[in-house]
């Protein structure tokens, strides 16, 4: 255990000195496999996690989710989700903050990032708050925190990862999202009105948008709730049936879903050949950052499975006589501390495997936990020191202080905490749609 402890260390240290997370673990795992083995051992390790990985065919759900998300961006989607969700909720006080929120849900359906989902959300819906006079605390945290429904509203990058590492069913973890996220959006929405109780002047009512108008705004985002449908129902089954019999694995839908961005994109003439190319060589940089991450994670992991940390945790547990909530409390609070350093995709990699065969050891389901990590992460995304939703946004909109940014998600990440405590106390809200697979 003291080595997984000194390896752990020295990964903060290598990170604090700027050095990429993926080189940092993928460094500490080798050199710690080897004192743990020997020289020869632990170079086949690396050599064969390098191979395997690229060569694992459940890896390629990744790649093709982030080519739809690309192409969906390209579309011009974005704007069209903002157009239609404005046309509902601009009227009221706060609405154009609860649009953004509403519209960064379903961007985050087809696009499986946060950061994306900021970042795009934040060109299209900011400069419409401030002709309206909101202040720029609501403004940036409605942006910020319903970037982090990203990760959470199917299909999710950090979901497919999240099942990769585990062996957990990726569609199950999918459909577990579901209802988190709808409260996600409900919780955020909350936090809006608060805010403009509080403070009326933060988000005036805009104009009401007619009937008809209403209607034209909801025809322009019939694309979105096509591809959602297809990627989803394919894939909880919704479709099998004579004579489509149409069931989809997890990489299937997501080829399904890219081919179909890619020709919403292309009816819309909104894709050039110049931006295709630019579509797929961001994508090819982005898997390969995302791979590499893995890569390293899974040295490391190895490392701390031959120092026997999975043993020792569960050994602690044991001598300690803690209660399996007692447990889970402790790992929740280790996920907020390590969510002031690592990014969302970094701190899953590198405590999953740790804290996974602890917790279903306990009796915990791997798809409840999926979520609960999940949720814990997106409260790391918007919390201070390292919220890295806002600087994100704080790099996209520029003229706003990080500091304005940090004040004005303070209640949204409060009730996130409220999510998370519901989804603790009742497993059922993330189980109840799985077990109907």
């Not at 985002?221 to 990627?231: I, K, P, T």
């Not at 569960?314 to 929740?332: E, N, R």
Request: charged residues 10%.
């Amino acid at each position: 255990m003291t080595e997984s402890l000194l390896g752990f260390a020295a990964v903060l240290v290598l990170v604090l000195l700027r050095i990429p997370i993926a080189f940092a673990m993928g460094f500490v795992g080798m050199v710690g496999f080897m004192f743990e083995t020997n020289f020869r051992a632990s170079i086949s390790m690396v050599a064969r996690l390098i191979i395997d990985t690229s060569q694992d065919y459940g890896l390629s759900v990744v790649p093709l989710f982030i080519l739809m998300g690309l192409f969906v961006n390209k579309g011009g989607i974005s704007r069209e989700l903002y157009a239609a969700s404005n046309a509902f909720l601009g009227h009221l006080r706060g609405g154009l903050a609860m649009a953004t929120i509403v519209a960064c849900g379903g961007f985050a359906a087809i696009s499986g990032s946060s950061l994306a989902t900021a970042a795009t959300m934040a060109k299209v819906a900011m400069p419409e708050m401030r002709r309206f006079g909101y202040s720029d605390e609501l403004s940036t945290a409605s942006i910020a925190a319903g970037g982090t429904l990203g990760i959470l509203i199917p299909p999710s990058v950090i979901l497919v990862i999240y099942g990769l590492l585990t062996e957990t069913s990726i569609g199950k973890l999918f459909v577990a999202g579901i209802v988190p996220g709808a409260m996600g959006i409900l919780l955020y929405l909350v936090a809006v009105r608060y805010v403009v109780w509080r403070r009326p002047d933060a988000g005036p009512a805009g104009p009401r948008t007619s009937r008809v108008g209403r209607i034209s705004a909801l025809r322009d985002v019939w694309a979105v709730l096509l591809l959602f449908f297809l990627v989803i129902g394919g894939l909880y089954g919704l479709f099998d049936f004579a004579p489509l019999n149409l069931s989809f694995s997890p990489t299937e839908a997501a080829g399904m879903g890219a081919m179909g961005a890619f020709l919403i994109a292309l009816a819309r003439r909104r894709l050039s050949l110049r931006d295709t190319l630019e579509v797929l060589q961001e994508t090819a940089m982005t898997a390969a950052s995302l791979f590499a991450v893995l890569i390293g994670a899974w040295i490391f992991s190895n490392f701390v499975n031959v120092a026997g940390l999975p043993g020792a945790l569960s050994d602690l547990v044991t001598a300690y006589d803690l209660k399996p909530w007692q447990v889970m409390a402790c790992i929740l609070l280790i996920y907020i501390a390590l969510g002031c350093i690592f990014e969302s995709l970094s701190m899953l990699l590198l405590t999953v495997p740790i804290f996974f065969p602890l917790v279903t050891g306990l009796g915990y389901d791997p798809i409840w936990f999926g979520i609960i990590v999940v949720v814990v992460t997106e409260i790391s995304l918007i919390t201070p020191p390292v919220g890295l939703n806002v600087f994100v946004l704080k790099g996209v909109v520029g003229d706003v202080k990080t500091g304005t940014i940090f004040r004005g998600v303070t209640p949204f990440w409060i009730v996130d905490i409220l999510r998370l405590a519901l989804l603790l106390a009742v497993p059922a809200l993330a189980l109840y749609l799985p077990s109907q697979m």
